[in-house]
C-alpha cells in the first residue's frame, strides 16, 4: 500500500524535510534538511551561511524561495544530488527514524503535496514525486550497507 506523507505530524512525518532531526554534513550542523537544502541554492555566498541559522524549516524555504537571492547557476542539475545527500544523512544520523523508513519494506513513498509537481505528487498526483522517489532510494542505499557490514561480519 502506499504510503502517503506531507506534514511533519504522524508516523511518517518524519519523511517530510521540515522534521526536526538535525545532522552534521560538510563539517557543520544543519538543523533540518529543508535548512541544508535550501542553503545549497547560494553555497559560497553568506545567504547559505544565513539561512543555515534560522531557527525554522518554514523560515529556511521561505528565504531559499526568495528570488531577490541570486540562484546558483547550476542548481537544475545539482538539486537532486544535494536533496539525496541530505536526506541519506539524516536518516543515517537516526536510528529511530531509520527504523520507519526500513519498516516500509517495499512500499511506494509518496510525498501528497497538494502544491508541489516536482518533490511531490502534487493536487491530482501527476507530479514526479522526487522525494518520495529520493527516500525510496535512501532506503535502498541503507539496506545494502547494513547487509555489507552484517555479511563482513560473519
Ligand atoms: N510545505 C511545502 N510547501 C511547498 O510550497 C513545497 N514546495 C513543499 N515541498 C518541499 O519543498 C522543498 C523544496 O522546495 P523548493 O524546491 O525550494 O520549492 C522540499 O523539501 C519539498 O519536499 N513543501
Request: charged share 25%; net charge neutral; proline share 3%.
Amino acid at each position: 500500500m502506499t504510503i502517503y506523507f506531507y506534514s511533519t505530524r504522524g508516523t511518517y512525518g518524519c519523511f517530510s524535510n521540515f522534521s526536526p532531526h538535525g545532522f552534521e554534513l560538510d563539517g557543520i550542523y544543519w538543523a533540518t534538511s529543508e535548512h541544508y537544502f535550501q542553503a545549497q541554492k547560494f553555497a559560497g555566498t553568506p545567504h547559505c551561511e544565513q539561512i543555515r541559522q534560522v531557527k525554522t524549516p518554514k523560515d529556511a524555504a521561505k528565504m531559499g524561495r526568495d528570488r531577490k537571492r541570486p540562484l546558483r547557476s547550476d542548481w537544475e542539475q545539482v538539486k537532486e544530488e544535494i536533496m539525496r545527500k541530505a536526506v541519506l544523512k539524516k536518516f543515517q544520523t537516526h536510528a529511530d527514524i531509520q527504523e520507519v523508513l526500513l519498516s516500509t519494506g517495499e512500499e511506494e513513498i509518496v510525498e501528497n503535496s497538494p502544491i508541489d509537481y516536482y518533490w511531490g505528487c502534487g493536487a491530482d498526483g501527476s507530479g514526479k514525486n522526487r522525494l518520495g522517489v529520493i527516500l525510496m532510494e535512501v532506503r535502498q542505499i541503507i539496506r545494502n550497507n547494513l547487509e555489507k557490514t552484517s555479511t563482513s561480519q560473519q
